[in-house]
Nanobody
């Protein structure tokens, strides 16, 4: 059974950076698109970045230019580099194996001074 495990969340000051990781237990994720989503309190979960199996990347307007998604298939890991963080980036961040409909458990990011 394939599982996704996110890590790297935490508390950071505005303007700071974090790198989230999403590690997969199975190699099948290399063949599917991967997405990073976030859900802020009392808001809907939203897709913020995705990367296809062919490394094509897309970003939501809210994070474009600040966040970078990447993947290293040999490590079965997808990353989200988050720079210039803002308080409105505070949320639980989830990764998803799009082709499998599989979610990780989430990692909390809090941007606050």
């Amino acid at each position: 059974q394939v599982e996704l495990v996110e890590s790297g969340g935490g508390l950071v000051q505005p303007g700071g950076s974090l790198r989230l990781s999403c590690a997969a237990s199975g190699s099948i994720v290399a063949a599917t698109a991967m997405g990073w989503y976030r859900q802020a309190p009392e808001k809907e979960r939203e897709l913020i970045a995705s990367i296809s199996s062919g490394y094509r990347k897309t970003y939501a307007d809210a994070v474009k230019g600040r966040f970078t998604i990447s993947r290293v298939n040999a490590k079965r890991t997808v990353y989200l580099q988050m720079n210039s963080l803002k308080p409105e980036d505070t949320a639980v961040y989830y990764c998803k194996a799009e082709g499998l409909g599989l979610w990780g458990q989430g990692t909390q990011v809090i941007v606050s001074s």
